[in-house]
């Protein structure tokens, strides 16, 4: 047997395309912009919790990826041999490494440059394509692993949930260990001697311990492009980093403007919530929505916009001949144009007592990091729209049964029909219409829900381990409330149902009144689920984004100070 076929015996097997391997012609084309260098038994390639230098191809020998190396806990996570590749998704978007790779057989690698790869990615498509499927596959199966860092606190603390929430939205491999039901917590407090009162603590490589951090100082400690304390003046600041926002981040920046998108939580929006979208032009097999989100994130990278997170906007003030953004840590960034694409955060169910069930066993999206909390249980989703059907669809492969409740008396009113017919066909889906939850039952989790069919009055017990909540959402314009017109539900007015409520006097110098998506306030605009008559779809809210873009051109041009160039840098998209 000779060595490449020894060390591909050992290898761990490709699941789910996470461990493909390079043609021959991809790692000559590769071995152009790196070198080759030689491996020793035992040698550290790179460690977890630090930044990627590199991007290696195995030539020879093999290599271990270890979680919590040299720790306690230590575990292999793959093998890989000649061919393979090694690294995951926070190669490419700057986070620190959620393992560390080590030599097993002395052998050879092929070193690239991580800036140079960066490059490569977005500019190979084939090469592009089997390097992203691949790091998506590997942090998915790290997040299901309970890879990464830990989150030790109460389940009925704010702050332990607010982590949790931030580390699941950012799809970030973590494990959170339960103070009060978790038997590796006693440990961990008397090791790191920390009180009970001083958690939630997030720890990370066996030594690291942040005290109840703040969703920025987690940020920064995995690599997250954390806001810096000032930003400069940009051309185009687009508040929001969901399907709209990206959007506008990827045409403002391939457009030539100086573009920042900041988001408050996450990128992604709701649509990085949903575990499957079928109906997005381009994919007729389906996509999920943190796959979308990751891929559009690549794209903001390549064509140079910043993307900011944690960030949250407080406040939205004129001033010249731009705007100055405030946010809620008290730095201010100053732009040309403002494109608001906040989105909107889904309604909470108000049943008694379901409180302190929240982010236990009661949910407001369906990811992997909810579903693998399932265990073969039955559960049951609350809505009738797509979100709902969506999370249904993709509880029925984790849990035993779903309860699909629904108010309304006929699925079709709010779903569409290719969910409906999924939906309705799933042997595992027992969809319950003019159904309401009254009440839940549980002491340390969901056990049992009460339920009321509002057209009987009569009501039953239903035996659900959690709760996954979808019944409409509301937008995130408190803080614009005052600053610019919003409707009665607080959406925010565009084009000509804005021109009405627009001051006279600030409009009259520029001789037009609001543009198709433009607010009261002239080069402010709104795009998305945020925008008061939207569509609420993924593919309508990313065209929203892109044509805010063609309208920003539009008001610098009238304004006097048109875009870099004679317009529009890239038309083709």
């Known amino acids: 047997m000779d060595p490449e076929t020894q060390g591909a015996v050992r290898e761990t097997p490709d699941r789910y395309g996470a461990f493909p391997r390079l043609t021959p012609e991809q790692l000559q084309d590769l071995a152009a912009h790196g070198e080759r260098r030689g491996t020793a038994e035992g040698e550290v390639l790179y460690r977890e919790g630090e930044p990627f230098r590199e991007f290696l191809a195995v030539l020879g020998g093999t290599v271990g990826m270890l979680h919590d190396h040299g720790g306690p806990d230590e575990r292999t996570v793959a093998v890989h041999g000649p061919g393979r590749f090694l690294g995951e998704l926070g190669l490419l978007e700057g986070q620190a490494a959620f393992e560390t790779a080590v030599v097993r057989e002395t052998g050879e690698v092929l070193a690239v440059p991580v800036e140079r790869q960066r490059a490569l990615v977005g500019s190979d498509p084939l090469l592009g394509d089997l390097i992203l499927r691949a790091y998506l596959g590997r942090r998915y199966l790290l997040i299901g692993l309970g890879a990464g860092f830990r989150i030790l606190g109460s389940s009925y603390s704010r702050d332990t949930l607010r982590l949790r929430e931030f580390a699941a939205r950012n799809r970030l491999p973590h494990r959170w260990v339960d103070l009060e039901k978790d038997g590796e917590a006693e440990a961990l407090l008397r090791r790191f001697a920390i009180r009970p009162d001083e958690t939630p603590v997030v720890l990370w490589q066996g030594e690291r311990l942040l005290r109840n951090p703040s969703n920025a100082e987690l940020a920064r400690l995995i690599g997250l492009p954390a806001p810096s304390p000032e930003h400069e003046r940009c051309d185009v600041l687009v508040v929001g980093a969901g399907p709209a926002g990206l959007a506008a981040a990827v045409y403002g920046a391939s457009d030539g403007l100086t573009t920042v998108t900041v988001d408050a939580v996450a990128a992604g929006g ?304």
């Open 270 to 573: 709701q649509a990085a919530t949903s575990s499957r979208i079928e109906n997005y032009l381009g994919f007729p097999s389906g996509i999920s929505g943190g796959e979308l989100v990751e891929r559009a994130v690549l794209q903001v990278h390549k064509f140079g916009a910043r993307l900011t997170v944690p960030a949250e906007v407080s406040g939205l003030t004129p001033q010249d001949d731009g705007y100055v953004v405030t946010f809620t840590d008290g730095s201010r960034a100053r732009a040309g144009a403002v494109v608001l694409a906040s989105g909107v955060r889904y309604r909470r169910l108000e049943v008694p007592g379901i409180d302190r069930l929240e982010g236990r066993s009661v949910h407001y999206a369906a990811t992997v990091h909810e579903a693998g909390l399932c265990r073969a249980d039955p559960v049951a989703v609350v809505g009738g729209g797509n979100s709902a059907g969506q999370a249904a669809l993709f509880l029925a492969g984790h849990a035993s049964r779903v309860h699909l409740l629904v108010r309304g008396g006929d699925l079709n009113a709010d779903m569409s029909r290719y969910l409906v017919d999924q939906v309705r066909q799933h042997p595992k889906i027992e969809v319950s219409l003019h159904t309401e939850v009254r009440g839940v039952a549980g002491e340390e989790g969901l056990e049992s829900l009460t339920v009321e069919d509002n057209a009987s009055g009569a009501r039953r017990e239903l035996r659900a381990a959690a709760l996954f909540v979808f019944i409409g959402a509301r937008p995130r314009t408190e803080w614009l409330r005052g600053v610019l017109a919003l409707d009665e539900k607080g959406f925010v007015v565009t084009g000509a149902d804005a021109g009405p409520a627009a001051d006279a006097n600030r409009w009259a110098p520029l001789g037009r009144g609001p543009l198709l998506l433009e607010t009261t306030l002239p080069g402010v605009f709104a795009a998305g689920d945020v925008r008061s008559g939207s569509v609420k779809r993924v593919a309508s809210a990313a065209g929203e984004g892109a044509m805010a873009i063609r309208l920003v051109h539009e008001h610098r041009e009238r304004r006097g100070s048109p875009a870099a160039g004679s317009g529009p840098a890239h038309r083709g998209g």
